[in-house]
């Protein structure tokens, strides 16, 4: 009873707690957390009543006193285990695969959802039932079992044992050789490293190809709003209804139409409400992919940056340097924290590998003892519960440290497949509600079956018996069933009274796990599998390209920059302002690449702000979501080749996430917008105050500077139009913060027809393709009204005139305290050398490629790359380049050959093409900009 009750409290406790740790709380249906929750529950009670079983059945058969009591005991447990396992395969079978389809189902009414789930699920239940009933009807055939209950308890065993004990076979035969390697290869740090920049250029590959699936589904949405607008489709409520749900549903991030197609019926080629219902379902499908890819990034990013964090100390230190770990997130850390990440902890690695192995080896063994022709003597896990020393206590621990060890490394196999990817579990609540209900589904499935081939490795599970079974009064083997005393497992399975089933099990499935196994030693079972057409259940790091990995560094290089900039970023505010930083905990830390190290201020700044020591080592800050922005406004039309643009027109704006500034003709924001503005490519916010020049009658204007145009806007009031100022540029520091996983979507202007810059749904492009790509540049004083001092970091505004004086720059404070100064890059020290000098940069005009002059300086007061028309850079720039914008400088590709000559400046939604007088010069600028 003690042990009973320890082991329910325990499990509910756990799996409240993983739960609440792994679900996501956004769109994660009421009715998924019971249902999921006793999945888990009975799944894992099967396998957590086994050492109480064995250990019970073992010591009653040493005296009479607790032979007496075995009987009524097992009954108990025998109880147990049918309330488990009855309500258990109701819900794998059939409740959650419904729940699931019903999640999945596109209708919008709850009777046409779980009408489609039915229809769905109905095609598979009905062949199980018909495979259920033939068996049925050959165990009472033969005369196997009665006609009764039993016999269908019998017939769920035999399906669900037979199904989930192939899956282990291969499970198993994968773990007991990989997971003692894997842990074993945990303990090369260098190794580490480049397997997790493996899997992260996988995981980037995975969120580049969802990220695309995502933005052409919301494509066929808007479309799909579009075609419906048209007159033929009046007077249709419902289907107007259902858009409106399918516009909220689709992801924020992506808005554009242009490769979209309408949802139609494919007989009737109308749209219909089954064709807004698949439309959604599609939505729903990939929008999951979508955000768990997201999340799988970033857990990827993580564990690289740690290992790029370790092996760059380890470096300094051969070389002379301090036995510390600089974090790029977190305090330096102590001797001994660089101690424990560089030497401890691989060899405690090591060990752990040590013991997996034997473990393994041990479990082989057991495998072979069930095999026929096989003596107990060879299973060394059951010599060892079998021994006459052996207390019921130290039965129950070595039985539940052993099943322990074949469940987790069964479940680490599951997770090491491809397919693995529709029941992931991802922490920090990023889990959809559909792949902990398949996770749950599968641990149903495999619970049982593997308590019954692990209770054979002990000869306990009733198909191998013998004199070990039978109880004190004695006895040899083949007396009978009267004086033996079986587990109350072996009672409720009833495998046994199957001679056939029991000589398989004893001789196919230990077969197939030896073969399983030789093939991963030989690294031959991928190759086998994909021969055999099942790619998806491939395990181990996908074969990924040369390209593809040079382009996961590329974008791990990418997001590490982004971040550490967003915490000096945070630990310099915080400084200013006087406020108190939030940060959440990240399990691994940032490393640096190409940046400056922090000085002693800012990090006395992290330490203040972050103490935690080694183990909260890798925390990064964290910001509220900025105040929502929605109103009208007016924006002044374009102007395109010299001509005006339609002059002002009234516009509703609104702001969302990450940082996209929407404007519509109306404030239906169902609809396609006008037009849109990624805040991240805003240089600068500036007020025009009536005030300041009496000529100026635009009250309230607002300009927003961009690299290549000056987007206008004006407000009712100057109040209003600082308001949003001050919102905007948070807006814009939340984008570049935490905004590195959604696709930039540049800036669309459909008020004009002009696209000023191409959209990129797909991620950061290699240099070789970025090499054929042009993008459109137009120098123009509209361009460059503003002086560089106003493109300063992303929390310090100018307020000028329009005659284009520079006039002083108040900072911007995100309360009512006034008078912070602004801090650019000249705040920071060891900055890099300073880069100036004559290059030429690529330029399309009408349609025509051509190399303009210019004469390059970065401007270490406002973190910009400033281009000139001459030396004279006290002029204002042709334009300005800002430098924490930049996703990658590096050097052309063309045909497998680079030029360093010649090199692009990524900007993640655009690129600019410069050419250097010489290679050297090349480099000069290439490895400059990288530092600065």
Known sequence: PGYLTVLWVFLVVFLIWMIRK?????????????TIFVSY???????????????????SRRSLSDEEDHDEKADTLVAMYISLFVPAQVLGSFVLVLQEAYVRDGHFTFFSRMYGAIENIAVMSIAGGVAGAIFFGILVGEGVVDASADAVLLTVVLLSNTAGLIIIMLLLGYGLVSFPQMLWHKGNLKRQLNIAQQKAAS??????????????????????????????????????????????????????????????????????????????????????????????????????????????????????????????FAPESSTAGYKWHVFYKPLMYRVLAIVSAVLSVFSYLGIIGTMSGVGQSVSVYSKAVHADDTSGGGIVVFVLFTLGYAAFVIVWSVFQMKIANMMELLPAQRTTANSLSVNSRACIRLSAPLAFFYLGWIFENGVRQGSWMNGAEGGEAGDGDDNRILTAFTKFYQIDVIPVMGGSFNTLFPIIVFSVSGLVVLNLFNIVLVKMKLEKFQFGAEILTDEQLREGTR?????????????????????????????????????????????????????????????????????SEPPELATWAAKKGNKKFGVAGGGWQNRYMIVRKPGILFYYKDENTSQEPSGQVDLRLVMSFTVKDTSDDKKLT??????????????????????????????????????????????????????????????????????????????EEHETEETVGLTSKSKMSPFSYSRSSNDNTPAAAPSYTPAATEGHTSIGMDTLTDKP????????????????????????????????????????????????????????????????????????????DRVYKLRAPSTADGDRWIEGLNAW
């Open 22 to 34: 792994f679900a996501k709380p956004e769109g994660f249906p009421w009715h998924s957390y019971p």
């Open 41 to 59: 529950f009975t799944a894992l009670g099967i396998l957590l009543i086994i050492p109480l079983d064995v250990s019970m059945t073992i010591i």
């Open 203 to 328: 995981r980037f590959k995975d969120l580049g190809e969802t990220s695309l699936s995502m933005s052409m589904a919301v494509a066929d949405v808007m479309k799909t709003k579009q075609e419906l607008s048209s007159p033929s489709y009046n007077n249709q409520p419902q289907l107007a209804h259902a858009m409106e749900i399918l516009i909220k549903e689709c992801p924020t991030e992506f808005t554009s139409s242009t490769m979209g197609k309408p949802a139609v019926d494919k007989k009737t080629g109308k749209i219909t409400i089954n064709s807004l219902a698949a439309l959604r379902s599609r939505v729903f499908t990939l929008k999951n992919s979508f955000h768990m890819s997201q999340g799988k990034v970033e857990e990827a990013k993580k564990n690289a940056y740690y290992y790029e964090d370790i092996i760059e100390a380890m470096g300094k230190s051969k070389s002379g340097g301090t036995e510390t770990i600089k974090w790029s």
């Open 555 to 623: 974008q791990l290089t990418r997001h590490k920059r982004t971040m550490e900039r967003a915490y000096q970023r945070k630990a310099l505010r915080g400084k200013i302002d006087g406020a108190t930083t939030t940060f959440s905990p990240v399990t691994s830390v940032l490393g640096k690449i190409g940046l400056s190290q922090r000085t002693d201020e800012e990090e006395a700044v992290a330490r203040s702000l972050n103490d935690g020591g080694d183990e909260e080592a890798g925390k990064v800050p964290v910001s």
């Open 698 to 775: 635009e009250a309230g204007r607002l300009d927003l500077d961009l690299a290549d145009r000056v987007l206008k806007l004006r407000f009712k009031t100057v109040d209003d139009a600082n308001k949003w100022r001050d919102g905007l540029a948070q807006w814009k520091d939340y984008a570049i913060d935490y905004g590195t996983f959604f696709p930039s979507v540049g800036v669309v202007d459909g008020d004009t027809g002009e696209a000023e810059e191409e959209p990129n749904y797909v991620g950061s492009r290699t240099s070789a393709q970025l090499n054929d790509i042009n993008v």
């Open 833 to 908: 050398a300073l880069l100036q000098g004559w290059m030429e940069k690529k330029q399309n005009k009408m349609g025509v490629a051509q190399w303009q002059r210019r004469y390059f300086r970065v401007d270490e007061s406002s973190g910009c790359l400033l281009y000139f028309k001459s030396e004279k850079t006290t002029e204002t720039p042709s334009g300005s380049i800002d430098l924490k914008l930049i996703v990658d400088v590096g050097a052309a590709e063309k045909d497998t050959k680079t030029d360093a000559a010649r090199f692009n400046i990524n900007m993640g």
